[in-house]
Each structure stands twice: as structure tokens, then as C-alpha cells.
């Protein structure tokens, strides 16, 4: 079988493995609610009807508003500051390398001035919260809302309120809370290892230091060898560098030993197939406009 002649299959996360549940908004909406709510909290439960009801009294826009604003937000902070503002980047190597006076990659480069008197993100916990205030202001700016809980009386009193709703988003999507597995996943990774034990199973992703925690939280650890997240790895998919150097180089495999798997044809297949990996896309919709190839759930690895 093709398995039988690899040593290190490779699976992206987000769409492959799992998916945000009910969506991103969803749960950026639920921690806005949880902190200007004295009567809820991210415990409680509430049908939805008694949640429009505290949206509409807080006036917290709706979780497809948040969701349109998030993704403009992840576009414009991904353009400026790729990679979840990773200090660990190959650019940035590069200028620490030509400076005895850098600062190493574990302490990040001091902030640099973002617009509208911001400071720029220097990692990935920054980035994400300038990504929350930004989607949260811009969301409530659309819809005509005042951004303020009902306790703030001051800008300096708003800033703290959104502090500590992203301090809830922060640590809720790196928990199984935010998260859901496609049906056929544990089965087929505990059929795989079972099958062929020979094989390494990796999650190469994209991804903040938080896919660690994550693939713990979702029970997943037992089926995994290797993860590898981009910010760590200072580089993201589609790069070559990312698939040879961190990933088949942690793994002490050579690219065409490998398998790597995901939903994304340019970063997933056509960067791994450019590093010299063996690359399916995974086409959950199954569609006839499926790529030559591809499968639709990730059971059919069992049958390669």
C-alpha cells in the first residue's frame, strides 16, 4: 500500500482535522456578552432566545457581524504582520544575524508605532488582540452600536472591559470548548496507528503555540507524534522551508518518505507537492469540482 511505503504522515488542522463550532464570531460574541453581562457568565446556560435578549440590552452586534468583521480584520493584520507576528521569522533571523545588539527570538523586538497611536504586535498573543479590538470596534462602528460595557465611564475603562474579553477568547480556542473534530477522526487515526505502526502521524499548521494545548485538550495527543505550528516554526505553509527544514527535518524523515494531507490547495498540497512531499487534498464538499485525486474524508487514507 502507499502507507506502508512512508514514514511520516502529515495533517493540517483547521479544516482537516476540526472546525470552529458554531463559528469565530460565535464565540468572540459570547465573551463580549460574558463580560458586560453581571447576569452571564460563559458557564450558564441560556437559550438563544435569552441571548438575543442581552445582546440587544448590551447591544452586542450579531455573531455573522462578527464573523464579517473578524475575517477583514485576519486579512489586514496577515498582510502587515504575517504569521501571527512571529519573532521567530526568517526575516527576522536575518536582521537579528547582522546585529550583535538584537534582541533574541524569545524576547521580541521592541513595538513598533501601528496606526491610530497602536503599538505593532510583537507575537502572536498581541496580534490576536489587536485582531479582537480591531474586529470588535469596526463590528460595533457597522452596526451603529456605542462600544462600552454598561459599567465604563471612560476610554480607559472600555480598553480594560475588551482586555478581558480577550483574555476569555484567548484561552476559550486553545480548549476543545471552540472546537469540534470531523466525525471520522479519531477513529481514523487510532485505525491508522493501529494499521501501519511503523508510520508517524504529525499536525503541521499554520497555527499559533496554542495547537499544542489544543491538541491535548481535544484528546488527540495519543495519535500524534510530531506538531509543528508555523509561529513557532517562524515560517508558514506554503513554504518550502516550512515542510523540509521544520517539518520532515523535527520528524528525521526525507520529503518523499512523507505524506502531507490538508484542505487547502495552495498551502497544503501544492506547497507540499513544491518541497518535494507527496501531498491528497482533503475536498470535504466532495463536490464534482474536486481536484484529480483528492478524497473526501480522511477514513479513505485506510484504503491508500
Known amino acids: 500500500s502507499m502507507l506502508s511505503s512512508l514514514r511520516l504522515l502529515s495533517l493540517d488542522f483547521t479544516g482537516t482535522l476540526a472546525s470552529i463550532v458554531p463559528s469565530p464570531g460565535y464565540h468572540y460574541r459570547l465573551a463580549l456578552l460574558c463580560t458586560v453581562s453581571p447576569e452571564f457568565d460563559e458557564g450558564a446556560t441560556l437559550n438563544a432566545a435569552q441571548l438575543e435578549e442581552l445582546a440587544r440590552t448590551h447591544h452586542v452586534p450579531s455573531a455573522d457581524s462578527f464573523d464579517r468583521s473578524l475575517f477583514e480584520q485576519m486579512r489586514r493584520c496577515s498582510a502587515t504582520f504575517p504569521n501571527f507576528a512571529s519573532p521567530f521569522s526568517s526575516s527576522w533571523r536575518t536582521v537579528a544575524a547582522s546585529s550583535p545588539h538584537a534582541h533574541s527570538p524569545s524576547q521580541p523586538q521592541p513595538s513598533q508605532q501601528y496606526s491610530e497611536g497602536r503599538s505593532s504586535p510583537r507575537n502572536s498573543h498581541e496580534w490576536w488582540g489587536l485582531v479582537f479590538r480591531e474586529t470588535v470596534r469596526h463590528c460595533h462602528s457597522r452596526n451603529g452600536f456605542p462600544l462600552s460595557s454598561s459599567s465604563s465611564s471612560s476610554s480607559g475603562d472600555d480598553d480594560a472591559w475588551l482586555d478581558r474579553a480577550f483574555a476569555q477568547c484567548w484561552e476559550s480556542f486553545a480548549t476543545e470548548r471552540c472546537w469540534r473534530l470531523f466525525g471520522e477522526v479519531r477513529h481514523t487515526l487510532a485505525e491508522l496507528k493501529r494499521l501501519q505502526p511503523h508510520l508517524r502521524i504529525a499536525v503541521a499548521s499554520n497555527f499559533d503555540q496554542r495547537l499544542h494545548r489544543l491538541l491535548n485538550s481535544l484528546q488527540l495527543d495519543a495519535y500524534i507524534d510530531l506538531a509543528l505550528d508555523s509561529y513557532s516554526a517562524g515560517v508558514a505553509k506554503p513554504h518550502a522551508d516550512f515542510f523540509v527544514e521544520h517539518l ?57
Do not use: M, W, Y
Not at 520532515?248 to 495552495?266: F, I, K, M, N, Q
Not at 507527496?278 to 481536484?291: E, F, K, M, V
Open 248 to 304: 520532515c527535518r523535527a520528524a528525521e524523515v526525507s520529503p518523499h518518505e512523507t505524506l502531507h494531507v490538508g484542505d487547502h490547495l495552495s498551502k497544503d498540497v501544492e506547497g507540499a507537492l513544491g518541497a518535494g512531499l507527496q501531498a491528497i487534498h482533503l475536498d470535504r464538499s466532495g463536490g464534482s469540482n474536486s481536484s484529480p485525486g483528492s478524497i473526501s474524508s480522511l477514513s479513505e487514507l485506510l484504503f491508500l
